[in-house]
């Protein structure tokens, strides 16, 4: 894991990304409209990211690699209605070539 990863964290307010020094980046839980997940291939790996988008059109990228990434995948189910938390999982074998997935959408 990179030393210089951002931070995942999730709140009662929603989901932040720390990038450190102070950038904090994040969408309140009733503003996320649909949550897409994709796979690109880099030189030695195959990086999995999850996008939280909103209505506005403002979204969030985060990588499954990230420190927080597991506790923030488990309260987007909770706080999410619908979400299945195995479809988190089974974008684990997402290839670079699949199309990105939708995982939710809000009704």
Known sequence: MDPQAPRLYADPRGIWRDDGAGRVHGIRWAD?????????????????????GTVSGDSLELRTDWPGYREV???????????????????????????????????
């Open 32 to 52: 996320i409209d649909g949550i897409d997940g994709y796979a690109i291939d880099v030189v030695d790996r195959k990086l999995i990211f999850v996008e939280l």
């Open 73 to 107: 995948a488990t309260a987007m189910s909770v706080h999410l209605p619908g979400l299945d938390l195995d479809a988190l999982k089974r974008l684990e074998f997402a290839l670079p070539d699949d199309p990105p997935a939708v995982l939710w959408w809000r009704d």
